[in-house]
């Protein structure tokens, strides 16, 4: 689910909100480590995963190339239990995550468009990337 807002003043970014929720449970026999910990045969695993995106961005360019600049805001949640006979391990992950943003648009003859997303940062040795071609 997502909504876009633009208008009209330059000086005020636009604005794009995102919302992706994902839930999945299931079982079955396996052998597999989580944190130091072995989980074998008969397994449940359940999980979610949740992000709210707000990318505030201006139109730098808008014509037969569109160029988009800003920042994206992420809220990751993550949310899992794995129990097996032996064991059990649950966990909450919750960050929220700036990154640069920019998307880039071209129409070289009508009706062929050519587009990519971009979200990145890297810190401390650390790389998030959201790549998407459009």
Known sequence: MFITLEHFIPIIPNFRLIHT?????????????VDGQTFTGNVDKNSSIETTVLIAYYEVLDNVVSLDLGLNIRNLKIDYTI????????????????????????????????????????????????????
């Open 83 to 134: 129990t097996s006979a032996a064991e059990t391990t649950s966990d909450s992950i919750s960050e929220t995550i700036p990154m640069l943003y920019a998307l880039i648009w071209a129409s070289p003859w009508p009706d062929l468009i050519i587009s990519g997303e971009i979200s990145y940062i890297t810190l401390y040795g650390n790389t998030v990337s959201d790549l998407t071609p459009k």
């Open 21 to 33: 929720s994902i839930d999945r449970s299931g079982n079955g026999s396996t052998t597999f480590d």
